[in-house]
C-alpha cells in the first residue's frame, strides 16, 4: 500500500505540472461561470429554475466533454512511459508492478474528478451566496454520476494504453472510441429500429451496453421520470428497470465497466513486454 499511495502522490504532481490539467481545470470553472453569465439560474426548463436550471445544464455539456478529456490523457499515461523508458528505472526498482499500475490510476482519478467536483461545488457556494436554494437530491446524484463517468473512461483510457505501444497510436484509438459511443446514442439507435425493424427491447438493450447513453438516461431521471423524452423506448427501460432501479444501474453499470476493463489492462500489461 506504500508504493500504491507514493505512485499516486508521483502522478498527482506530474499531473499538477502538466499542462493538460491546467486546461482541463479551466474549462470546467469556465462552464460554471459561463453559465451563470449567461443567466441559466434565472431561467426556467420544465418547471427547473435557478442551480438545479444551471446543473442540468453543466451535467449536459460534461456527457461530451469528460470522456474525451479523460481517455485523451489518461491514454498517454502507460504509453508514455514506455516511450520515455521509464520502465527500465522502474524494474530496477522495489515498486511491485501492481502498486505502480494501480497507484498511477488513483492519482489520475483524483486528478480527473476534483475539478469536475470543484465546479460543482463552486456552482452551490454560488447559488448559496445568492440566496437560492440548494437541490441537495440533484447536486448528490449528479455527483455520483460524474464520478461513475470518469471512472469508466479511466478504465478505458488505462486499457487502451496498456495494448498501444505509443502514444499516438493510443490517442488515436481512444478518440475513435469516443467518436464510437457517442454515435451509437438516440439518434443512431432510432435509425435502426425505423429502418431495420428490430425489436424495441434488441435496440435498447443495445444502447444501453454504451456507458454514455446509460449516464445520458440516467441524467433525465430526475426531471422527467417517465422519459418522455426517449418516446417507445422509455417503456421498455421502465419495464425492466423501474425508475429507482435505473437510477442505481446508471450509477453502478459505468463503474463496472471502467473497473473491468482496468482490471484487463492491468493483465496485459503484467504479461506484456515492459520494455
Known amino acids: 500500500m506504500q508504493f500504491l499511495w507514493l505512485t499516486a ?3 498527482i504532481l506530474e499531473s499538477l505540472r502538466a499542462r493538460w490539467f491546467t486546461v482541463y481545470t479551466v474549462v470546467f ?3 460554471v461561470v459561463l453559465l451563470f ?4 439560474t434565472e431561467s426556467r426548463v420544465m418547471g ?3 442551480l438545479s436550471r444551471l446543473m442540468l445544464t453543466y ?3 460534461s456527457m461530451a466533454i469528460l470522456p474525451i ?3 485523451i490523457t489518461t491514454v498517454r499515461s502507460i504509453a508514455g512511459d514506455r516511450e520515455a523508458g521509464v520502465f527500465e528505472y522502474l524494474l530496477a526498482l522495489p515498486v511491485p508492478l501492481s502498486a505502480w499500475y494501480w497507484g498511477k490510476l488513483a492519482g489520475r482519478f483524483l486528478m480527473v474528478f476534483t475539478p469536475v467536483f470543484l465546479a460543482m461545488l463552486l456552482a452551490v457556494a454560488w447559488g448559496a451566496a445568492k440566496g437560492s436554494d440548494i437541490p441537495w437530491r440533484l447536486f448528490t446524484y449528479y455527483t455520483g454520476l460524474l464520478l461513475s463517468l470518469s471512472w469508466c473512461f479511466l478504465g478505458i483510457g488505462i486499457l487502451v494504453s496498456s495494448i498501444a505501444r505509443s502514444v499516438d497510436v493510443a490517442q488515436g484509438a481512444a478518440f475513435v472510441i469516443w467518436l464510437t459511443l457517442l454515435l451509437f446514442l438516440d439518434l443512431i439507435l432510432l435509425g435502426i429500429m425505423i429502418q431495420q425493424h428490430v425489436p424495441p427491447e434488441a435496440a435498447v ?3 444501453l451496453i454504451n456507458p454514455m447513453q446509460v449516464f445520458r438516461t440516467g441524467t433525465m431521471m430526475l426531471f422527467d421520470p417517465q422519459l418522455v423524452i426517449l418516446g417507445p423506448a422509455a417503456y421498455v427501460i421502465l419495464d425492466h428497470f423501474g425508475t429507482i432501479g435505473y437510477m442505481a444501474f446508471a450509477l453502478v453499470y459505468p463503474c463496472v465497466v471502467g473497473t473491468l476493463a482496468a482490471w484487463i489492462g492491468y493483465r496485459l500489461f503484467r504479461r506484456g513486454d515492459l520494455i
Not at 37 to 40: A, C, K, S
Open 9 to 11: 502522490w508521483t502522478d
Open 29 to 31: 470553472g469556465g462552464i
Open 37 to 40: 453569465t449567461l443567466g441559466l
Open 48 to 50: 427547473f429554475t435557478g
Open 59 to 61: 451535467i449536459q455539456l
Open 69 to 71: 478529456f479523460v481517455l
Open 205 to 207: 438493450a443495445l444502447a
